[in-house]
């Protein structure tokens, strides 16, 4: 066989494919994907499609240059939406996850060799890129049909491309994404399907879809913490902003949460009313309205959008959390964008980027130009839930570049409406405090949610398992839990929040109520209160309450602090949504309970399901909470 030169190094299963398939680019930059996006329009509308055999011709995605970029929709409504349930392990490397073998009672090794022959029949794309930051992640590979050429875009302005030309001769990949579409018809009866191969000294990652969420994006997420496994640090599933007050004060918060969980929206400047005001909340039962007046909002300069580097060379020692963007760009759900003037920032950002972006689910015509109010339709009258754009971090005005040292931790969740008649867990107050050893187990359970319009998913509360991230993560969950939980006890000055989103008790609140705690606690210089401003929850679960937040001069009311206080609740209401949750906790906990268990990680796990109070989980981690010098 015939060496193939692209110019660094390549795995030999490469060069394989390389030297017998008909035709490949590697390419050097996102242009070159851009022109391969469209390259084969018919009409101004490029078909990605496929031989499958004994269905014929399989289209799986029509594609279209607009004025502002490329617009890619999935002909099945199915593929606009991660599945949750997508993943496989292919080795024998310790893992918690599903493995190929025992799911088809067989190796992987015959469907890898079969889809490295399928590969050397296509034409193809391939560009090298760096999954992290240089000297934080690894040297990392894309081999795809160059038909596909807006999943190779999109993972290009996700995780960057390297120009082969200025490559250095010593780059050497070590995760290797190999995209064969066709598969998931052929293989997985339709379904998403993406399979992590930890080969010694390579991660090849098998993706069998086009969606970029599972691969190009939670699989590259996978490689990284399979990598902080064996090196001992994280990658978070946050974003994180630096927010500038009106009076010059900087606060760095940190949002963490399951898929829909207010990540993007953290980074997004507080939706108004016509008249300048914010809707505060409406009224389920009622239909009455709560508003705030917010003379000015504070400054902010996003830092990471959905995964963080908590890498230890990053640290400054000073007891916070030093974190840095993982990615080049940002997987915006833009769902919540319904109607021009939303969000005039993110409008402006995507209708004249500064370079061309990618839109996926989201209805345009050929040489139009797309918006991200105009959802594509899953069915007539009924808008996909899902539609996003891919922004390049340098396409965002006031980008933070580099690391920040986090004061605040947050932790979202979506709610459900929550009333005495029909109890559930939405039970949370515009936020509470939370103790550093109860902020651990959120994030064990890492809640999805209600009604989550990322994933495909059944009603009612699910989770998603360590850090939120588990969905992605290759090894073991007690392994996961461990390092979050050192993480935790090595950043003493961290303060820890719980926001719920959409719904407080029985009131609709969309997003509004972390933009709130966002404006508040930067106002306030962090998350720092006195034991005369909280008080202990009536569900332990919750850390602290609230007694009253007052911001620019307005008292936020009551029963938006403290759920129980809502008449269409009440303690009988609030009480049942509790066990909800009480319940929920306990079901997901006990599985980490395992023999190499953090002793602290157990004690705290235990104190749970022995329904501890407050004070209990303060006590297990005894770092500051309430300070008494305010």
Not at 111 to 125: D, G, I, S, V, Y
Request: charged content about 20%; proline content about 7%.
């Amino acid at each position: 066989m015939q060496r193939v030169d692209v110019g660094f190094q390549i795995p030999q299963s490469v060069q394989e494919i390389l030297a017998a398939c008909p035709k490949y680019t590697v390419a050097s930059n996102r242009q070159q994907l851009f022109e391969l996006a469209t390259r084969d329009a018919v009409n101004g509308v490029h078909e990605v499609a496929y031989d499958v055999p004994g269905r014929g011709r399989v289209v799986e995605a029509t594609v279209c240059r607009v004025k502002n970029g490329i617009a890619a929709n999935y002909v099945e409504p199915y593929m606009r939406r991660r599945d949750p349930e997508c993943m496989l392990i292919a080795d024998d490397q310790p893992t918690d996850k599903l493995r190929f073998e025992d799911e088809f009672g067989e190796s992987f090794e015959s469907l890898r060799a079969e889809t490295f022959e399928w590969l050397k029949t296509q034409e193809l794309a391939l560009f090298p890129f760096i999954a992290g930051a240089p000297g934080i992640g690894t040297d990392a590979l894309v081999v795809a049909p160059a038909n596909a050429g807006f999943f190779a875009l999109g993972l290009a302005l996700l995780q960057g491309i390297l120009d082969g030309n200025e490559i250095s001769p010593d780059f050497d990949p070590k995760a290797v994404i190999f995209v064969a579409p066709p598969f998931r018809h052929t293989h997985f009866k339709g379904k998403q399907m993406v399979v992590h191969n930890r080969r010694p000294g390579r991660h090849e990652l098998f993706s069998y879809n086009l969606y970029p969420g599972p691969s190009a994006k939670k699989g590259i997420y996978g490689v990284l913490l399979t990598l902080g496994e064996r090196e001992d640090w994280l990658t978070a599933h946050c974003s994180a902003v630096q927010v500038i007050t009106p009076y010059a004060n900087k606060l760095c918060i940190m949002h963490e949460g399951a898929s829909g969980g207010g990540k993007s929206e953290l980074l997004e400047q507080v939706h108004r009313q016509s008249d300048g005001g914010l809707l505060l909340g409406v009224n389920t039962l009622t239909g009455e309205r709560r508003t705030l007046v917010l003379p000015a909002n504070c400054e902010l300069r996003p830092v990471t959008d959905d995964m963080a580097l908590c890498h230890p060379s990053l640290a400054r020692n000073d007891g916070r959390l030093a974190l840095m963007d993982a990615e080049q760009g940002w997987f915006v759900r833009v769902n919540h964008i319904t109607d021009y003037g939303t969000d005039p920032n993110l409008e402006r950002m995507t209708i004249h980027p500064v370079e061309p972006l990618l839109f996926l689910n989201i209805e345009a015509q050929p040489g139009s130009t797309a918006l991200i109010w105009e959802h594509i339709e899953d069915a007539p009258g009924k808008p996909c839930p899902n539609p996003r754009v891919v922004i390049p971090r340098k396409a965002v005005p006031n980008i933070h570049e580099g690391a920040v040292n986090i004061d605040v931790r947050s932790f979202g969740v979506r709610c459900p409406p929550c009333t005495s008649e029909n109890p559930t867990y939405g039970i949370m107050g515009l936020f509470h405090l939370l103790p550093p050893a109860l902020a651990w187990l959120w994030r064990l359970v890492a809640p999805r949610g209600h009604a989550n319009p990322s994933i495909v998913s059944v009603e009612g509360m699910s989770s998603e398992g360590v850090g939120s991230y588990w969905p992605f993560a290759t090894g073991r969950m007690v392994d996961q839990a461990n390092l979050l939980l050192r993480q935790i006890v090595d950043t003493p000055k961290v303060k820890y929040i719980l926001t719920p989103n959409q719904h407080i008790g029985a009131w609709e609140t969309g997003f509004m109520p972390q933009w709130i705690a966002r404006e508040y606690l930067a106002r306030r210089g962090g998350a720092r209160f006195s034991a005369e401003q909280v008080m202990p929850s009536r569900c332990p679960l919750l850390g602290f309450a609230l007694k009253s937040v007052v911001i620019e001069g307005q008292t936020i009311p009551g029963i938006m602090l403290r759920v129980e206080k809502q008449p269409e609740i009440g303690l009988a209401g609030y009480d049942a949504g509790a066990q909800i949750l009480t319940e929920f906790f306990h079901k997901e906990l006990t599985q980490y309970l395992e023999d190499d268990l953090d002793p602290l990680g157990r004690k705290i796990i235990e104190c749970c399901l022995a329904n501890g109070s407050v004070e209990d989980y303060m006590a297990l981690l005894p770092h500051t909470v309430i300070s008494d010098d305010l």
